[in-house]
């Protein structure tokens, strides 16, 4: 392992005191530090450490080309990643394998049998392919497989414990540099990068760098508290400010997907809106803090069950609601039909209102993931597409028509008219034919010559239109 030293004595020396202290306005004292056993447990837990951490390597394509969110474009890189079973299951960041055609993962080898083990230089570790079972933009989590079984792992712990000052551990690869560990304390327990993100991190000042996104962050007791995603940096490199995503959303997200290959979450079709001094002072409401609904999506069930824009929610099944995340994150746990119960104040005057949970739309985005310009490629169409078959039928379980090609990105270079196009479009027909799978779209517009027009119907968020792209 390799071990900041510097940061190391710094860390310690300013977390830690040598010295027996009393706080001022209490009686404990602390206990003298034994800086050696402290060392030596470092030590140890990082060694406990390396079997769990891996190293991904990624080639593929990623969007965001020509400054477009659905293009493609080819990619190499990596990153971090850690086993969470015994059966090879690991979890690592979303964006370190979007767009991989090709996983894959670099595992700690024990040592050569017959050999002493004492040399420091490690072996480079066993290179072997990886699967990709889902992934969850909205948390920035994968989750692959590898196939084997009796892998070591690391145990989750409960990210609500977790305090600022309490020491942690970084690992993973930064820079590509295999086997590093870094040590720090928790900046903060939940930082909010956006008013009313529904996604909280811990921050930390040990020490990330690019290529540490999807190792884990670790206590003193080798148990997981986050997934390492990103940092805040003016110049690229470390200046202190790592984010993690929590061990207790890292669970949920890891234990759907590995249960059923995505992430379902629950949704009651309002957006939820935390109540500001400033927005309570303008809209004269009585309480500076709380959740206000901002707006009540058409058709969905807090619509149906009479809800408005500007009601004040008060509690979520009895329990008082602080923040819009925080409705949100509730929501987000529960049972896809199942009802929560919804104490609101309108004009003065509470009522509550029984809604039922529906699950969240997915993210069309996803299906690019799935394709490359080999295979899923229909140029005269400037897009990627997949046939609707039994795995997609499980991710877009509820179609106006029961085949056809869904569209997973748009292609660079496509016709101008393909901006008619958006992922996650299902074509069903070209110029009055119905279309049933890729082939048969192909064969449609190979006859098409420049400037003809193919008119496509299209389904789109449950709605049938017509698509009008021009052969460029």
Same mark, same amino acid.
């Given at each position: ?83 969470l079973s015994t059966d090879g299951y690991i979890v ?102 956006? !008013? ?18 999807g190792g884990p962050l670790v206590n003193m007791r ?54 500001? !001094? ?22 969905? !069930? ?94 877009? !379980? ?18 101008p008219g393909s901006s008619g196009l958006s992922p ?49």
């Amino acid at each position: 392992m390799i071990v900041q030293r510097t940061l190391f004595r710094i860390m310690v020396l300013s977390t830690l005191s040598v010295f027996s202290m009393t706080v001022r306005g209490q009686s404990e004292t602390t206990n003298l530090v034994d800086l050696p056993a402290l060392g030596q447990a470092l030590e140890s837990l990082a060694e406990r450490m390396r079997p769990a951490v891996v190293q991904i390597h990624t080639t593929g394509y990623t969007m965001g080309a020509n400054g477009s969110a659905d293009l493609l474009s080819r990619q190499i890189s990596g990153g971090s990643g850690v086993l969470l079973s015994t059966d090879g299951y690991i979890v690592t960041n979303a964006h370190v394998v979007d767009g991989a055609r090709r996983i894959q993962i670099v595992l700690a080898d024990p040592n050569a049998p017959g050999s002493p083990g004492h040399s420091v230089i490690k072996a480079s570790g066993r290179l072997v392919g990886a699967q990709l079972v889902g992934v969850d933009h909205a948390t920035d989590i994968a989750v692959l497989k590898i196939e084997g079984d009796s892998f070591p792992f690391v145990e989750f712990a409960d990210s609500e414990g977790l305090r600022a000052g309490q020491p942690v551990m970084a690992f993973g690869s930064p820079l590509g540099l295999q086997n590093t560990v870094t040590f720090g304390v928790v900046s903060a327990v939940a930082r909010q990068l956006e !008013p009313d993100a529904t996604m909280i991190y811990v921050q930390t000042d040990a020490p990330i760098n690019p290529g540490n996104s999807g190792g884990p962050l670790v206590n003193m007791r080798g148990e997981l508290i986050g997934i390492n995603t990103f940092i805040l940096s003016q110049s690229g490199g470390n200046d202190g400010l790592g984010f993690a995503a929590p061990s207790n959303i890292v669970r949920n997200v890891f234990e759907q997907i590995r249960a059923t290959g995505r992430m379902k979450r629950g949704v009651i079709g309002i957006n939820a809106q935390t109540i500001t !001094p400033m927005l309570a002072k303008g809209l004269g409401l009585a309480s500076t803090w709380g959740v206000i609904d901002g707006d009540v999506y058409p058709n969905g !069930p807090a619509h149906t069950m009479g809800i408005q824009p500007g009601d004040v929610i008060l509690s979520l099944d009895g329990k008082t609601m602080e923040n819009g995340r925080q409705l949100q994150v509730n929501l987000y746990s529960r049972r896809i039909g199942e009802s929560v119960d919804l104490a609101i104040m309108r004009d003065g005057r509470p009522r509550t209102v029984r809604v039922p949970v529906a699950e969240q739309p997915d993210d069309p985005g996803r299906f690019a993931e799935m394709v490359s310009p080999e295979e899923n490629l229909v140029a005269k169409l400037g897009i990627l597409a997949l046939d609707y078959d039994e795995e997609l039928k499980n991710m877009i !379980p509820f179609l106006r028509e029961e085949s056809g090609v869904v569209v997973a990105a748009r292609s660079s270079g496509g016709p101008p008219g393909s901006s008619g196009l958006s992922p996650g479009d299902i074509i069903h027909g070209v110029n009055g034919h119905p279309i049933v799978d890729l082939l048969q779209l192909r064969e449609s517009v190979s006859v098409l010559k420049v400037l003809d027009s193919a008119v496509l119907h299209v389904e789109r968020m449950g709605r049938l239109m017509y698509v009008v792209v021009e052969v460029d």
